[in-house]
């Protein structure tokens, strides 16, 4: 009908929200071990779903760093050869051999 028209700006039937309730943490995967031969870190990368950490509960976020061993690539080191048990003639001699990890059965046997 004429003469019926409506004063003003029409309201937005729609507005954008944040909803947070249901947002969780999602975590890439963990990095090597940073010692080779020994206690070292490794982490990875934790996000919220939602892109924004904020919008995640603090509480239940998972851990970005975490110790860890690796002793795969532990090596013997060979300390210099001591003296010759004979003066003249075949005899023997001896050296200390250490492990890098501190511990002997990580760098293998004998």
Known sequence: ???????????SV??????TDSCTWTAGPWSNCSNICGHGT???????????DGHCPGHSKP???VACED???????????????????VGTQSRDLLCAAKE???????
């Open 42 to 52: 490794k982490g990875r990368r934790v996000r919220c779903l939602s892109g924004i």
């Open 71 to 89: 002793y795969s690539s532990c090596q013997w080191q060979a300390e210099t050869w001591g003296p010759c048990t004979a003066s003249c003639g």
């Open 1 to 11: 009908p004429q003469g019926l028209s409506c004063i003003g700006e029409r309201p």
């Open 63 to 65: 851990p970005e760093i």
């Open 104 to 110: 002997l059965h990580r760098c293998g046997s004998l």
């Open 14 to 19: 729609k507005e954008q929200c944040i909803a």
